[in-house]
């Protein structure tokens, strides 16, 4: 973003611009089906004269889409709520008139001598006509989703500033029959535009294809010469330890100047970070737009930006400014990280393997499609999402390709949470032709070709790229999903886009390809994508660098009720294959089923019954995921990516928080797992493990091992060791299976692991309820009511600084009197206290806990200060042997 007013002019002449040079247009808008506009967008956009037609126009949602603005104007039922999507005409059965659309926007902007002003689409789905004052803007409408489109309207404002801007929207060309596929018929993927808006295996069709102004309308003023999409480079040579003093890092600069003016400009082009300045002197010729390069900064004592769990995310800010005799004709601020990635063939594993700082890094990710599927971005919303993610001990991100490259403001919250990202460009395997499909239209070859302007997606590749290239998170660029892009389109992105306009990242022809991973070693390749025993992670091995393998995610009681209408909140019918049966509400939300998973805890009584045995499911099944991949840690594996960590609307799997952003266990489970240095026990042979992720060895730790009587919540001590633990491994230590059998709990029990330091400091502990002979948990289903406790503490208010609001922070104790029974799986929600509605997001170090009798737990609870002033707060609590209870908050 840029910022005019922090630019400190030190030169004397020089002239500092106005405050507020750049803006959103991002309200005032209307829009009206063109169907109901008879006069030209020339006239349309004539300043003062009648606009759209009254009976037609609405208030639009700009940015956003045509549904976005008829759901806010009541006009469509919410599509995300039972089956009310299907109540909403489908672009494919109505054609495409019903959703083509005008939208005008008067706005107050004056010209100034010796300035200029510019217009920025920062994307629109799919093509446009835009008008200004009675102008039309370009000879022919633009198209393509995938690209910034940017005009100097200088010329073009109104002398006395009132300005009106008509946008006329077509959706896709070619919007494809949603017959259920993946990417329904496939001929959505013949357009630059996302494909999963035709419907997929975890969403329904968006009936409009997102068809409208998706993303931000800018005005920005210039003083003459336009700088834009300055070019960062670090470059941090050897082997870096966090923490520790650093040798010096090289930061190279790029920037382009656009001269939109008939004469030669001479002028400063200028660089400044941590108190160093760079300067390089050039002439522009008129009317041009050329990269200049300034050369090279050497940083003494870097700051290194690290991913989540090996060290801190650090963020410098840069200044890239041109001036002239005149002043500051444009500067651009920007953050960014001090980093180098680079990319190694693992020959064992037979995969790639990820270095950061000279440093390996074990891959642990998620999947993830888009923030909201009907493209409703805040830059709250992003990062309360990527926030999570961090939570999770995850350490990257892949944006899948059959959506959108992300937003600017994605990004900025994965620099700031230390989270890499793996982009895939706008392809996918079923739908540009990696397999017969007798849902598409098109065969095999004619979707090979897919989309049908070549040139467009090479004009939109270097845009993107451009866009988001300085984000130190941003580390992989991948070809497309399971499928390369056409041939001619992978040729240039490889030998001449990336070269040119990055050249540092590591570029993967496609998500499972053979320059990613190998499956030669006896592995099953991608996947699985659903329910499995625990210990199948442990056992069967994937493609060694997995880029999918996921499961189930059922929210809990709280979150079914949001979309669920009550006469559809039947549990499902758990069994396997056709034993399964599911409400048709369900079945429409992509629904999944645990086979006889859940059932194992007892008959099922109702849904909130149902839910709250799903969470249990939830946790171990993630759990064991990710200690399964780690215990492999460059033995197998170099790195995993779960499908999915979210979803962007109401589904039924695939997740670690609902679309509402309500957590569930899978997150929590999933944290367990992934923790940085981890105590982890493998329950397909009974044996105790850690795994070290950091990159130093770790010595000196105590390792206890029990197991607890689930009846009495008394302790068998198994073991108690002190051991090390290398860097950057995972390590068997012992078997506890002869222990167990010995001990003959035919019901269950639990086994807890803990794992302190000399000082007796516990560092991570893991507590596992197995099932007895039968394989189900009878033990769990006897257990006496809990008798825990609940004490809740008001920390001061704090500003975490980087795009989040201020927050507050409360301390909630669980204690557990001595002689009580276990207190198993204890959720904890923030609530209003009047309502019981949950405040959403709200951030827990951990969830669903069990407290062992004679011991405490304290959760930490996070949550954004102004959404709740003056309200009354509660702590919302209940657990497996817990009934509800609702603590006010002091």
């Given at each position: ?35 109901a ?19 037609a ?7 956003g ?44 902007e ?20 835009i ?15 995938f ?5 100097n ?12 801007l ?12 949603p ?9 959505i993927?013949?357009d630059l ?12 069709p ?5 068809t ?67 300067t390089k ?25 690290w ?13 890239t ?18 980093r ?9 594993t ?31 919303r ?63 070859w004619m ?11 090479l004009e ?26 056409p041939?001619?389109?992978l040729s ?9 306009l990055?050249g ?28 499995q ?6 056992q069967?091995?994937?493609?060694p ?33 056709k ?16 086979n ?23 946790y ?7 200690e ?68 130093s ?19 068998s ?27 003959n ?10 794992l ?34 609940v ?42 206290k ?46 497996w ?7 006010p908050?002091?």
């Amino acid at each position: 973003m840029k910022y005019w007013w922090s630019l400190l002019i030190t030169c004397s002449g020089f002239l500092p611009l106005a405050a507020q040079q750049r803006y959103e247009l991002n309200s005032g808008w209307t829009a009206a089906p063109a169907s109901a506009v008879t006069i030209s967008g020339e006239t349309l956009s004539l300043p003062g004269k009648p606009g759209l037609p009254g009976e037609a126009a609405m208030p639009a949602v700009v940015p956003g889409t045509v549904l976005t603005t008829l759901l806010d104007n009541k006009k469509v039922p919410d599509p995300f709520y039972g089956m009310n999507n299907k109540q909403i005409p489908d672009i494919y059965f109505t054609g495409p008139a019903a959703y083509t659309y005008w939208f005008v926007k008067d706005f107050k902007e004056k010209a100034e001598p010796g300035g200029e002003v510019w217009l920025q689409f920062r994307g629109i789905n799919y093509s446009a006509e835009i008008f200004l004052n009675g102008k039309r803007l370009d000879p022919s409408p633009i198209k393509g989703m995938f690209l910034r489109k940017i005009y100097n309207i200088s010329q073009l404002l109104a002398k006395d500033g009132k300005n009106r801007l008509a946008v006329l929207v077509h959706p896709p060309d070619h919007v494809g029959n949603p017959n259920g596929g993946q990417g329904g018929d496939g001929r959505i993927a013949r357009d630059l535009t996302h494909q999963y808006v035709a419907g997929w295996d975890w969403i329904q069709p968006i009936p409009d294809r997102n068809t409208g102004i998706w993303d931000k309308v800018l005005i920005e003023k210039t003083r003459g010469v336009r700088l834009h999409d300055p070019h960062i480079v670090t470059i941090v040579p050897g082997k870096r330890y966090p923490g520790n003093p650093q040798a010096p890092a090289t930061v190279r600069i790029h920037a382009t100047l656009q001269n939109p003016t008939s004469r030669v400009i001479n002028g400063t082009l200028k660089f400044e970070a941590d108190g160093k300045t760079l300067t390089k002197s050039v002439t522009i010729p008129p009317n041009s737009d050329r990269e200049y390069s300034l050369g090279e900064m050497t940083i003494a004592q870097p700051r290194l930006w690290w991913p989540n769990g090996y060290g801190s995310p650090e963020l410098y800010t840069g200044i890239t400014s041109f001036i002239t005799s005149s002043g500051v004709t444009d500067n651009d601020t920007l953050k960014f990280g001090i980093r180098q990635v680079d990319n190694q063939w693992n020959a064992h594993t037979r995969s790639m393997q990820a270095y950061v700082n000279g440093q390996p890094v074990f891959i642990k990710g998620g999947n993830w499609i888009i923030s909201d599927a009907m493209l409703r971005f805040s830059r709250e919303r992003y990062d309360a999402e990527v926030r999570f993610h961090r939570d999770m001990n995850l350490n990257l991100i892949r944006i899948w390709g059959g959506a959108l490259t992300e937003r600017p403001e994605f990004y900025e919250a994965c620099d700031k949470y230390g989270m890499l990202v793996f982009q895939d460009f706008w392809f996918s395997g079923d739908c540009n032709g990696r397999w017969i499909d007798p849902m598409k239209t098109d065969d095999q070859w004619m979707r090979r070709s897919y989309p049908d302007n070549h040139k467009l997606v090479l004009e939109a590749m270097g845009d993107q790229i451009r866009m988001i290239r300085n984000h130190p998170s941003l580390a992989f660029w991948c070809g497309g999903n399971e499928i390369t892009p056409p041939a001619d389109i992978l040729s240039a992105l490889k030998d001449s886009l990336l070269p040119a306009l990055d050249g540092t990242r590591q570029l993967f022809d496609y998500s499972n390809s053979d320059s990613m991973s190998l499956n030669t070693l006896g592995g099953n390749g991608d996947g699985p994508y659903g329910i499995q025993e625990n210990g199948y992670f442990w056992q069967h091995r994937t493609f060694p660098y997995n880029s999918e393998i996921g499961s189930v995610g059922v929210g809990d009681y709280a979150s079914l009720k949001k979309f669920i209408p009550a006469e559809n909140l039947v549990p499902p019918v758990e069994g396997r294959g056709k034993d399964n049966q599911v409400d048709s509400v369900w079945h429409y939300h992509k629904y999944i089923g645990y086979n006889d998973q859940v059932s194992r805890y007892g008959p099922v009584k109702d849904v909130r019954d149902f839910a709250m045995k799903a969470q249990l499911v939830n946790y171990d099944q993630y759990r064991a995921l990710a200690e399964g991949f780690t215990a492999r840690m460059w033995d197998w594996y170099t790195g995993v990516m779960i499908w999915k960590t979210q979803n962007p609307w109401t589904a039924l799997r695939g997740q670690m928080y609902d679309y509402y952003l309500d957590v569930n266990a899978c997150l929590y489970g999933l944290r367990s797992g992934s923790r940085p240095l981890h105590i982890m026990f493998n329950p397909s042979d009974s044996t105790v493990w850690i795994a070290n992720n950091g990159f130093s060895t770790v010595r000196d730790l105590m390792l206890r091992v029990s197991v607890v009587d689930i009846a009495t919540g008394k302790d068998s001590l198994y073991s108690m060791v002190f051991n090390e633990i290398g860097a950057s491994s995972a390590k068997y230590y012992f078997g506890m299976d002869g222990f167990l059998q010995k001990l003959n709990k035919t019901e269950g029990c639990l086994v807890k692991l803990q794992l302190s330091d000399a000082g007796q400091h516990l560092l991570d502990e893991n507590i596992y309820w197995l099932p007895g002979r039968n394989g189900k948990y009878d033990a769990l289903s006897r257990l006496p009511p809990s008798k825990l406790t609940v004490k809740v503490d008001r920390l001061a208010e704090h500003q975490p600084g980087g795009n989040a609001t201020s927050e507050e922070t409360l301390n909630v104790t669980l204690t557990n009197p001595e002689n009580a029974p276990v207190a198993f799986f204890n959720r904890v929600a923030l609530v209003r206290k009047s309502t019981g509605q949950r405040i959403l997001p709200t951030f827990f170090d951990d969830n669903y806990i069990t407290v062992m009798p004679g011991t405490s737990k304290t959760i930490r609870v996070t949550y954004p200060a102004g959404s709740v002033k003056g309200e009354q707060l509660a702590i919302e609590i209940y657990g497996w042997n817990l009934e509800h209870r609702i603590v006010p908050v002091p």
